[in-house]
């Protein structure tokens, strides 16, 4: 019996490759560090940085205390 697993959404607003690869780590590893997003990502710091930016702009993330999470 073939089973359906549920993907994480994108939202549609999010054009860029790297501000869908940071919102889907978020929102598949729950609240994550910068450091953890960078190790697990690749990416660099200042890439990073910006995506979470414009992705808390776009009220996606927020940042809390101890990393960001998805809203």
Known sequence: MATSKQHPAVPTELDSPQ??????????????????LQRTLGLSKLSLFAVLESLAAKDLVRRTESGYVCR
């Open 19 to 36: 501000a869908k690869l940071v919102y889907l780590a978020l929102r598949v590893g729950g609240k994550m560090g910068a450091a953890d």
